[in-house]
């Protein structure tokens, strides 16, 4: 018996060196597969061109972001008080009637105190940015800035298709314009 279990130690020993060198390659095959290979190489390279490209493009987006939202912003500030100026509008009217009728009447003394009035109040809308929009007699027509509220037969031929009067002056705040002339034009 000693010798069956001296010879099974014997071969149960080969065995044991076997499954030893069995998992040494083992773990040789799993460091080999988490190196990097010559042939991965470029891959690894194209991930990492890859990855700085997404990254400029999103910088490059949140820069235009930033720019974008900055316009806006200015925007709003230069155009804040449009609803408030576009609503003062119909009193500048009034005020330029009422003028016109003072100074048909002659009543002097009504018409200083009230031409002041409109001064003040014309030039704080100017410092807001409102500014006229200023048509005369015999410009031409343009339709993306001015209104034609009707036409009438020109005095002469000259004036065909151009404007023949103001009927309401128009207004822009900034760079947009937030009322048209209401113009007639000669047919």
Same mark, same amino acid.
């Given at each position: 018996?000693?010798?069956?279990?001296?010879?099974t130690?014997? %071969?149960?020993? +080969?065995?044991?060196?076997?499954?030893? !060198?069995?998992?040494?390659?083992? !773990?040789? @095959?799993?460091?080999?597969?988490t190196?990097?290979? $010559?042939? !991965? #190489? +470029?891959?690894? &390279?194209?991930?990492? =061109?890859?990855?700085?490209?997404?990254? *400029?493009?999103?910088? =490059?987006?949140?820069e235009?972001?930033?720019?974008?939202?900055? #316009? %806006?912003r /200015?925007? *709003?500030?230069?155009?804040?008080?449009? &609803?408030v100026?576009?609503? *003062?509008? +119909?009193v500048i009217?009034?005020?330029?009637?009422?003028?016109?009728?003072?100074?048909?009447q002659e009543?002097?003394?009504h018409? %200083?105190?009230? #031409?002041?009035i409109?001064?003040?109040l014309?030039?704080?809308?100017k410092?807001k940015?409102?500014?006229?929009?200023?048509?005369? =007699?015999?410009?031409?027509?343009?339709s993306?800035?001015?209104? =034609?509220?009707? @036409? /009438?037969?020109? $005095?002469?031929?000259?004036?065909?298709?151009?404007?023949?009067?103001?009927?309401?002056?128009g207004?822009?705040?900034? !760079? @947009?314009?937030?009322?048209? $002339?209401?113009?007639?034009?000669?047919?």
């Open positions: 018996m000693s010798k069956k279990n001296t010879k130690a014997k %071969e149960e020993a +080969p065995l044991k060196d076997n499954s030893a !060198d069995h998992s040494n390659e083992v !773990d040789r @095959q799993e460091a080999t597969d190196e990097v290979s $010559p042939t !991965d #190489k +470029p891959s690894l &390279e194209d991930l990492l =061109a890859q990855e700085k490209d997404k990254f *400029l493009r999103l910088f =490059a987006e949140f235009n972001y930033k720019k974008r939202t900055t #316009k %806006e /200015i925007d *709003l500030f230069k155009t804040a008080g449009r &609803e100026i576009t609503s *003062l509008l +119909p009217d009034d005020f330029e009637r009422a003028l016109a009728e003072l100074q048909k009543q002097v003394e018409t %200083e105190g009230i #031409k002041l409109y001064n003040k014309v030039e704080t809308l410092i940015g409102l500014s006229v929009i200023e048509v005369s =007699a015999g410009d031409a027509f343009d993306e800035l001015h209104e =034609a509220i009707t @036409q /009438i037969k020109a $005095p002469d031929d000259a004036l065909v298709g151009k404007i023949i009067d103001t009927v309401e002056r207004y822009k705040l900034g !760079d @947009q314009i937030i009322r048209h $002339p209401k113009v007639v034009i000669g047919n």
